[in-house]
């Protein structure tokens, strides 16, 4: 008689079960996807209230772009950037218009180490007061993504043979020059960390 009890109960347990999972999951499917088409309606709406900036549309760069431009209030420098070139006489008829992008460095506002080059006391003498930036000062780059601020963070000397090229994981501007002035003894080296990004969008408003 208990064997028989027993098993009236397991059956009818079984049976309250299977109803309410056939009761229950309805509604919780119905409530996962009122739940997922919130959440989707959302970011849509979150997407479609701010426009794609050019990095997000065009992605990492693939050569360094122009026009571009590089301005230091300290020492009242603004200057086009102009590319330079792996031939040695090219390179050079480039540094007689101003400041070069070495080839093969990293580009602004990216991963990596953007090099910039200018001489210091001939033709149009850009970096020829290199020498009294200080730590936090900042520097200025410009070009059809919009405005990337760097902050120096380190002022040296350094032999000319020393790489000072060298590939970062962080987005580092490099400003080269020859020291002492009127000499080429060595190279002043000025380093700066990026600070903010002014997408162009943002600068047309």
Not at 35 to 42: K, P
Not at 94 to 113: D, E, K
Not at 124 to 146: A, H, K, Q, S, W
Request: net charge negative; hydrophobic share 35%; charged share 25%.
């Amino acid at each position: 008689m208990k064997g028989r009890r027993n098993t009236w109960i397991a059956v009818v347990v079984s049976a309250v079960l299977i109803v309410s999972f056939a009761i229950g999951m309805p509604i919780l499917y119905q409530r996962l996807r009122s739940s997922a088409a919130q959440e989707s309606t959302t970011a849509a709406g979150e997407s479609e209230s701010r426009p794609l900036y050019h990095d997000e549309l065009l992605g990492p760069p693939l050569s360094f772009e122009t026009p571009a431009y590089i301005r230091i209030p300290a020492i009242g420098l603004e200057e086009e950037v102009r590319e330079g070139s792996d031939d040695e006489e090219e390179l050079y008829r480039l540094l007689a218009q101003g400041p070069i992008h070495l080839p093969h460095t990293g580009f602004p506002g990216w991963p990596g180490n953007c090099v910039i080059s200018g001489h210091r006391t001939t033709y149009t003498r850009p970096f020829n007061r290199l020498d009294e930036l200080r730590p936090g000062d900042p520097i200025y780059i410009r070009n059809p993504r919009g405005i990337y601020e760097y902050r120096v963070y380190q002022t040296r000397y350094a032999n000319p043979a020393e790489n000072v090229t060298l590939q970062t994981e962080e987005p580092v501007l490099t400003l080269t020059t020859c020291a002492p002035e009127g000499s080429s003894r060595q190279r002043l080296v000025i380093r700066a960390s990026l600070s903010s990004f002014t997408p162009v969008e943002e600068l047309e408003e």
